[in-house]
T-cell receptor
Framework: GAGVSQSPRYKVAKRGQDVALRCDPISGHVSLFWYQQALGQGPEFLTY????????KSGLPSDRFFAERPEGSVSTLKIQRTQQEDSAVYLCASSQQTGLDWDNEKLFFGSGTQLSVL | DAKTTQPPSMDCAEGRAANLPCNHSTISGNEYVYWYRQIHSQGPQYIIH???NNETNEMASLIITEDRKSSTLILPHATLRDTAVYYC???????????FGTGTRLQVFP
């Protein structure tokens, strides 16, 4: 498909377990974002990549959260020693960001990974 | 923190126009207003954006006041499929990220 793909769609983890969430952005998209969405709330920014460079990780809630995009395409969000408060939908988005008119760049979102920590 | 204020919920009859307001009184001159919507169990979807002028596309119209302190998203003929949470977002120019608020939950009824 041509959209942003995230896997798994659902993940159940026991408290203390490590999890890895995958995002396949739209081919050729330079920018990649991760957001966390708690039930009934709007998405909250976690981190941003431009190609393989992580330019902003100001939204990561703790050092248990780690994101990477080693080849500038697929990205993985890793959460170590999961806690119940980590339960949320994790959304990935990408944008083309040609640099020519980036104010107008739209973000394309995946359907998210719903993480439940028991 | 989000730089916009929206009503938490609205109802609209199917076939009628849905007018969703947004206040952004602290918007800067070079910041755009973006609208996204999120249908249940899906990621947010881009609708429209604007700077100063009113904008229209195949999905909606965006009316921005002359002082740019507020705007209205108009869905001209709402359908049941338009039931969603609608987010009004001011784009931070110095970064690429979108900062979401809690949005307006629009319920379209038959």
């Amino acid at each position: 498909g041509a959209g942003v793909s995230q896997s798994p769609r659902y993940k159940v983890a026991k408290r203390g377990q490590d999890v890895a969430l995958r995002c396949d952005p739209i081919s050729g998209h330079v920018s990649l974002f991760w957001y966390q969405q708690a039930l009934g709330q709007g998405p909250e920014f976690l981190t941003y990549f431009q190609n393989e460079a992580q330019l902003d990780k100001s939204g990561l809630p703790s050092d248990r959260f780690f994101a990477e995009r080693p080849e500038g395409s697929v990205s993985t969000l890793k959460i170590q020693r999961t806690q119940q408060e980590d339960s949320a939908v994790y959304l990935c988005a990408s944008s083309q960001q040609t640099g020519l008119d980036w104010d107008n760049e739209k973000l394309f979102f995946g359907s998210g990974t719903q993480l439940s920590v028991l | 923190d989000a730089k916009t204020t929206q009503p938490p919920s609205m109802d609209c009859a199917e076939g009628r126009a849905a007018n969703l307001p947004c206040n952004h009184s602290t918007i800067s001159g070079n910041e755009y207003v973006y609208w996204y919507r999120q249908i249940h169990s899906q990621g947010p979807q881009y609708i429209i954006h604007g700077l100063k002028n009113n904008e229209t596309n195949e999905m909606a119209s965006l009316i921005i006041t002359e002082d740019r302190k507020s705007s209205t998203l108009i869905l001209p003929h709402a359908t049941l499929r338009d039931t969603a949470v609608y987010y009004c977002i001011v784009r931070v120019r110095s970064t690429d990220k979108l900062i979401f608020g809690t949005g307006t939950r629009l319920q379209v009824f038959p």
